[in-house]
C-alpha cells in the first residue's frame, strides 16, 4: 500500500473527471512542480543549532506579522492578553474606541513585568512600585516623582508596535519601524479565505503546551499529505492524499487535499469503509474530536457511517464524495451557514494553509484546527505550540463563550488520535536530526511547502547568517 495502483497521469486525470475534485487556480499538482535539485537537500544544522536559533529570532520573528489571539479574547475597553515571543513581551489591549493596541509589557522603572495572562483592568499599573500607565501606553503616574532627576513623559510611554485585526484574529508585528501592513504580508490569503468569516467562528479548544522538538520541525510535519500513509493510515480510505495540490505564495502557502474518495494506494475501497474512516477519523482534521461533546455545532454535522450508509440508498448514481459534499452543504445551510460563496469540494476537502512565520491551519466552512508554533527563546529542541479549534455557531444550541487559555504539559491532553500521532513522532525526528549520520534532508516535490517556508526563512535570517553555520555551534 506504499505504491500507486496504475498510472499517476491516469489517476489525476481520473479524480479531476469522476470524482469532480475541483482545484483553485493556482494550486498545482506535485509532478507538475518545477523543482530545482538545490531544493532536494536542506541541511540539519538549522534544526538543532543555537546560532541558528538566536538568528531566526532577531531576524525572523522579531520581524514580522504574527497571530496572538482571538478579537473575542479581548471583547470590551481594559481587556488584556500577554503574548510572549523568545525572549520578548507584549500586551495586546482593547482601547476605548474599540482599537486594539500592542504595547511593551515592561515596567519602564526597574523591568518588571505589568501582567501575565489576561484579564481586565483601569490601568497599567506595576505592582512592584506603582508606577502606572493608561491602557494606550501613556504615562499615568510615577509615586515620588520628586525625588527622580531627568525624567521625561515622552521617553516613558511603554511603546506600542504595529497591530491590526483580520477576519477575527489579532496580529502583531514586534518591529515597531515596519512599513509592512498585516494585509500586504498576508497577500492573496485574504481573499482567498474571506468566504469562511472566521470573525463568526467560537474558540472551543485553547491549549498552549511544549513540544520537545525545533518550531520548524513542528511546523513542517504538517505542510505535506506524504506522511498520511505512515502515521495516518487509517485516514487512506476517504483521504486521498496522492491528489492533494499545492501553491507557494510568497512566504506563505497552501494545499487542498480531497476527502470522501480513497487514496490511489489503495487497489479498491467499498462505500462502506470510505464511510467509515470519513465519520470515524476524518472529522480529526479539522480538530472535531478533541471534545464533541461541547461544541456548539457539529453534532448532526458527522453522524455515523450507519446512518450515512442508509441515507445513501437513494443516491442514484452518486459517488460517496459527491453524495457527501451534497450532505454536508445541505445540513450547514440548516444551521444558518449557507456554502454558496464556495467550491462545492470545500465542504468537505481539507484546505491547509501555512501562514508565515508559524501558524498552520486544517479549514473547513464549520470548523477550522489551527496550530501555532512559536521558538523556544535558547532551546532549538523545544518549541510551543499552540491548538486552537474555531466553530460556527449552532443557532439552536444558546450562547456559548469562546474557550480562554489554558496551558498543559507536553502529553498531558488527548488531542484525538490524528494529533496524537503527529505530537508523539515529532521528538523523535528532533533526536534523529543532531545524526553525524544525516547532513541534509531529502525532500520530494510532494514536500515542496517544506522547502518554500525555508526558503523564506532563508530570506530573513540573510546570506551572513546562512553561510558558515555548522552542525551545533
Known sequence: MTDYVGSIDYYHENALHRYGMNYPDGTQFAEELIFPDEDGKISTDRYISPTWLAAEIERVWKKTWQYVCRADDIPDAGSFLTYTIADQEFLVVRQADGSVKALNNVCLHRGNMLRNGCGVTEDLKCR???????????LKDIPDRHCFVGLDDEDLSLGEVPCDTWAGFVFLNPDSTSPVLLRDFLGPIVDQLAPYHFENMLTTTNVTQPLSCN???????????????????????????????????????????????????????????????????????????????????????????????????????????????????????????????????????????????????????????????????????????????YEWPHPERGPFKSRPNVVKAEGEVNYGKVLVQDFDNLPGVQRGLHSDRLKHMLISKQEVRVTAFNRAVERYVGASHTSGLNKAT
Not at 506603582?130 to 491602557?135: F, L, M, N, P
Open 215 to 389: 518550531w520548524k520541525t513542528a511546523i513542517e510535519a504538517f505542510l505535506e499529505a506524504y506522511h498520511t500513509m505512515g502515521l495516518h493510515p487509517q485516514l487512506l480510505p476517504s483521504l486521498d492524499d496522492v491528489n492533494t495540490t499545492f501553491e507557494v505564495m510568497g512566504d506563505h502557502s497552501r494545499m487542498i487535499t480531497p476527502f470522501g474518495v480513497p487514496s490511489m494506494r489503495y487497489e479498491e475501497v467499498d462505500i462502506r469503509a470510505i464511510l467509515d474512516s470519513y465519520t470515524d477519523t476524518g472529522g480529526a482534521i479539522q480538530g472535531r474530536e478533541l471534545d464533541p461533546g461541547d461544541t456548539p455545532l457539529h453534532t448532526g454535522l458527522r453522524p455515523s457511517s450507519e446512518e450515512l450508509a442508509e441515507t445513501m440508498r437513494d443516491a442514484d448514481g452518486m459517488t460517496v464524495r459527491e453524495w457527501l459534499m451534497d450532505y454536508v452543504r445541505k445540513e450547514a445551510g440548516a444551521r444558518g451557514r449557507p456554502l454558496d460563496d464556495m467550491l462545492p469540494n470545500q465542504a468537505i476537502d481539507d484546505w491547509h494553509y501555512f501562514l508565515f512565520p508559524g501558524v498552520v491551519m486544517n479549514i473547513n466552512p464549520m470548523s477550522t484546527l489551527l496550530l501555532r508554533m512559536r521558538p523556544h527563546a535558547t532551546d532549538p529542541d523545544s518549541c510551543w505550540v499552540d491548538v486552537c479549534t
Open 128 to 138: 512592584f512600585h506603582h508606577w502606572a500607565w493608561e491602557i494606550d501606553g501613556s
